[in-house]
């Protein structure tokens, strides 16, 4: 997800456990191929995180072609088209989602960047354009007939967005109609949300995004559950210590106090979620000058008024 999934946050992640494959924030083809310093850096995989996927999106086969090309010989172990993101700017360009409305573009890609890799394929999708146009079989067919590997299915269409009424059909029904792996995406947010849209689809595996985001250890429980094994909830201070360390990791990425800050802040609106008073405490962290600013609030969070006299809604 972008500005979020960055390579601190996944290598924090993959420290919880749980993960069996992290992924890049989408990553612009164009930006690749013409040697953009940050898009080639947001493209980069820790030396240990193996596997990884890179995820690149387009409207232009042959520049997606030698983006994966130069993804590849960077070492990502899969490489990731992505046709489901429904964000205005890159559907406008016809990137993304939009892909799922011009099928003979989105078969001329897939040809493409499997013609120029011989890692691992996949393509993330939804489920349509609208509620009323959903085309994830057809998409589905082309994508395995072109050669890819395995495709994400997300249930909602371009025109859901974030919202939308929750339906794990199309996901079942892609995982009938083809014979390669099947992801399951979308609004996996707690253990029972996973293990419905596993029953409930049959798919091979399961991708969490925001989840994740609001719960770093979520992954890890998943996993546990399916294995039959126990699972410690990490405690307050377990979790202020994650965003801690993100500071700590961010710093050495961004160049400047504003950019690494204006990051934490993004990420925390999504993992404060879970802590005591989280409210009060994205307020603050919100309003804070500068990263030892945050980092002061969570190492004394949550406050006591026998250390913080200042009401906490």
Avoid at 159 to 185: C, Y
Avoid at 187 to 196: E, H, I
Avoid at 258 to 271: E, N
Avoid at 296 to 305: G, I, K, M, S
Wanted: hydrophobic letters at 40%; charged letters at 25%.
């Amino acid at each position: 997800m972008e500005g979020l999934t960055d390579v601190t946050f996944r290598r924090l992640i993959r420290r919880i456990g749980g993960i069996g494959l992290t992924c890049t924030e989408f990553v612009p083809a164009e930006g690749l191929v013409r040697q953009v310093r940050r898009v080639r850096e947001t493209a980069m995989l820790d030396p240990d995180e193996r596997p990884g996927a890179v995820q690149i999106y387009g409207r232009r086969p042959e520049v997606l072609a030698e983006a994966a090309r130069w993804v590849a010989a960077s070492g990502a172990s899969v490489v990731d088209i992505n046709m489901g993101c429904p964000a205005r700017k890159v559907c406008a360009h016809s990137g993304g989602a939009a892909l799922l409305g011009d099928p003979a573009l989105a078969r001329s890609i897939v040809a493409a960047v499997r013609a120029a890799v011989d890692v691992p394929l996949t393509v993330k999708i939804r489920s349509g354009l609208t509620p009323g146009h959903r085309n994830h079989l057809e998409i589905a067919r082309i994508c395995e007939g072109e050669g890819a590997d395995g495709i994400v299915v997300h249930w909602r269409t371009r025109e859901d967005a974030f919202g939308g009424t929750f339906d794990p059909k199309p996901i079942a029904e892609v995982r009938r109609a083809v014979g390669i792996p099947v992801v399951g995406n979308g609004d996996v947010v707690d253990v029972p949300s996973a293990l419905r849209l596993l029953d409930e689809t049959g798919c091979h595996a399961l991708m969490i995004g925001r989840g994740a985001l609001c719960d770093p250890w979520l992954p890890l429980e998943v996993a546990r559950t399916l294995a039959g094994e126990p699972f410690e909830p990490p405690t307050p201070a377990d979790r202020c210590a994650f965003l801690l360390a993100y500071i700590e990791g961010t710093r050495s990425v961004f160049r400047t106090e504003s950019g690494a800050l204006g990051r934490v802040k993004k990420l925390a609106a999504y993992t404060t979620r879970a802590l005591p008073h989280g409210g009060a405490l994205r307020r603050r962290v919100f309003h804070a000058r500068d990263l030892s600013e945050v980092e002061a609030t969570l190492r004394t969070w949550p406050p006591t008024l026998a250390r913080d006299p200042t009401p906490v809604p």
